[in-house]
């Protein structure tokens, strides 16, 4: 492959940058390093650490943390929770109450689409924002270990937005990305290639031609985007913008197609780049477009999620990026996280056991009274397990609805890997839809418009982009127009229960949905399939939200609708 | 269930000479070696690693059996080994960031030391003579693959 030279944008090597890996190394890295030879002794560290400081929160009066001292006394003191059980609580800091789950106040609120439909809120607090920040200084470390000339160029690394509204008490809430962006100090700044201000534009095109226009200059060595589909998409805008993007790159502009909305600060500070211009062009007249490998032959390494409903993504990132090294991203949300891959081979990573306090539940158990909880030290190899986390943003024995399973050790940590949410929930793109917001949206629909609609059933169907197929049974009014209908009026009420839902689908993330009318007499049918399999008749029940890949396999689709 | 043993360095140094990699280390360096592996028990019918997993160590068999599966890409499953006492997989994730390439299960209870590929990459950071030591190995396995792919162009 012949390549363009970029050595212009280089940053030229510099103290900062030893500073920078030393720093890490001994933050962040060398303390987790440390703790994986005895993950045990780091967890009771941990959460006693966590219950000295929150002993005289009001969760932490009422439940004595005072005379925690050890993991015993923990799970005898404090029942597992879920964001419902906790709610009250988080309820009180949203307005500014102190002292009510944790000793120190939040600086924001992570938000992240909840179980019952409305958004659920972390608090990020100074401690919790180090205990995340943890996971992130290891998994930098190791990759700037593994590949040193790393900071040697810039980093792709987009946030999104910290500040989506704010608090009956006055804080902010969003994406927790978008805040950490913004706090890096300057000297740190210069390494990346995109500025924090590109988290506030909304519209999708802008987002990426503005990410493009910063990045297309730079000698990109690293891009860091949690959903491979993203990382697709990002060289599909890179080859079908690329003659704008010259242009702009000529003359120092920001196409004015892409102003709209857009911060000021986003559209100016672009010097004109003649030369860089003239490579670019030189791609184009070989290529056809520019592509992510001709425009930065120094790109070492993609990180992004490749655990869980991934894989079908990954596997077309080898036609876009060759042979690129991916590395996973660490299994993380807004409540934590779980794992930092120090490997780029497969999707697991090794418990954070420094960061949060975790507890483990065999995949069988989680309906026992009596359930056996697992510390780290505790784990097999290759099997499931629901995990709990105990976190400084006063979530504790939080039951997070995932699944996870151990893939590997290292030294005696277990190496973790997402499976998939827990039951009755999908998440194809982050949008954790659950069975009683489809329940709930199908409700609001056919009350609100009269539709007929005797069985309905939703389910993931992958495409590019992936999308929901609605299998349904409908009544002999519902002709035409109205099967268009309905299709919408379902993807707007789940718009309206699911926050991520619909960011999901502003962001063409996820497809519209399509609605796929079954003939008459098939969920019938499918019940007595389930009875001929064994089930009691009066337990069968045809879920409206299919965790079953293969669920409309072999059913008989009379007619399909998309939405609009 | 497969819970963390005591490790015994000198037992551990003893099976990892037999291993290719570690062979041609001195007596020091593998005895560094054998103090950075920890060491973990399997029950009878536990898979110790499945194939296209992470790959973070070297396992290396301390006392009983296991099976070595590798599945086809039309999901046909083939038995590629068998390891006992002093037999080992994942050598090469040592030094290469591939997946797993097979899936091993314990046929009995069997004990394995793990060496994290993290900590041998440690050791040849800071004991270059250690990659020297690897060079033989390496070139050895060069001109093994190179014979395979002649005698698979004269079977064709």
Known sequence: ?564 | MSPATVADPVAIEEVFARVPLLAHLSDRQRSRMASLATTRLYDEGSIIVKQGDTSMALYVVLSGRATIDRESEAGKSVRVDEVEHGGFFGEMGLIEDLPRAATVTAEEPTECALLAKWDFQNELRTDPDIALALLPVLGARIRELDDQLVRLHHAR
């Open chain 1, 1 to 564: 492959m012949s390549a363009v030279v970029t050595g212009r944008e280089k940053v030229r090597k510099s103290p900062i940058q030893r500073l920078l890996k030393t720093w890490l190394g001994f933050s962040a890295a060398n303390k987790f390093d440390d703790a994986t030879w005895d993950p045990r002794a780091a967890q009771e560290a941990k959460l006693l650490e966590l219950m000295e400081r929150n002993a005289g929160s009001d969760y932490g009066k009422e439940h004595g943390f005072a005379d925690v001292r050890s993991i015993e006394d923990y799970r005898s003191a404090v029942p597992q929770n879920t964001y419902e059980t906790l709610e009250p609580y988080i309820e009180r800091t949203l307005r500014a109450e102190k002292n009510v789950l944790t000793a120190d106040d939040p600086l924001m609120f992570a938000t992240t689409s909840g179980t019952t439909g409305s958004a659920k809120y972390i608090p990020v607090t100074p401690s919790y924002l180090h205990e995340y920040s943890h996971g992130v200084h290891v998994h930098t470390y190791r990759m700037f270990t593994d590949f040193p000339d790393l900071l040697d160029g810039k980093l792709l690394v987009p946030s999104s937005n910290d500040v989506e509204g704010v608090s009956e008490g006055g804080l902010p809430y969003g994406a927790i990305s978008g805040y950490l962006t913004k706090t890096q100090p300057k000297p740190i700044k210069r390494f990346y290639a995109l500025p924090y201000e590109l988290c506030k534009v909304k519209n999708v095109e802008a987002k990426y031609y503005l990410m493009l226009r910063n990045a297309v200059p730079a000698d990109i060595r690293l891009i860091v985007m949690p959903n491979p589909s993203s990382l697709t998409l990002l060289a599909e805008k890179m080859g079908t913008l690329s003659e704008e993007l010259v242009h702009d790159v000529r003359n120092g502009t920001v196409n004015e197609a892409y102003h709209e909305g857009v911060p000021d600060v986003l559209l100016k500070g672009f010097s004109p780049d003649p030369d860089r211009a003239d490579e670019l062009e030189a791609v184009i007249k070989r290529s056809g477009s520019l592509t992510p490998r001709e425009i930065w032959p120094n790109l070492r390494l993609l990180s992004c999620w490749k655990g869980g409903t991934m894989p079908l993504y990954l596997r077309k990132l080898p036609n876009v990026y060759g042979d690129l090294p991916v590395r996973d991203l660490g299994y993380m949300a807004s409540e934590g996280r779980g794992a930092t891959p120090l490997v780029n081979s497969g999707a697991g990573g090794v418990l954070n056991v420094t960061s949060h306090f975790f507890e483990f539940l065999p995949e069988g158990e989680r309906d026992d009274p009596n359930p056996t909880f697992l510390t780290a030290d505790e784990l097999e190899s290759n099997r499931e397990y629901f995990i709990y986390f105990t976190t400084s943003a006063g979530l504790y024995r939080y039951d997070i609805n995932d699944v996870v399973r151990v893939v590997d050790y290292y030294r005696q940590t277990p190496v973790i890997q997402f499976v998939r949410k827990g039951q009755g929930m999908t998440n194809i793109t982050g949008e954790k839809l659950t069975e009683s917001q489809v329940t709930g949206a199908l409700v609001d629909t056919v009350d609100s418009g009269g539709f007929d609609v005797q069985h309905f059933t939703a389910a993931v169907e992958w495409g590019e982009p992936p999308r929901y197929a609605f299998y349904a049974e409908l009544g002999d009014s519902m002709v035409g127009e109205r099967i268009a209908e309905l299709v919408g009026a379902i993807d707007r009420a789940l718009s309206a229960r699911n926050i991520e839902y619909e960011a999901k689908r502003e962001s063409q993330r996820l497809g519209a949905p399509v609605l796929k009318r079954v003939a008459p007499g098939t969920y019938q049918a499918l019940r007595q399939k389930r009875v001929a399999e064994g089930a009691p008749e009066a337990q069968v029940k045809i879920p409206q939200l299919s965790t079953d890949m293969e669920f409309g396999a072999n059913l008989d689709v009379l007619e399909e609708v998309t939405a609009e």
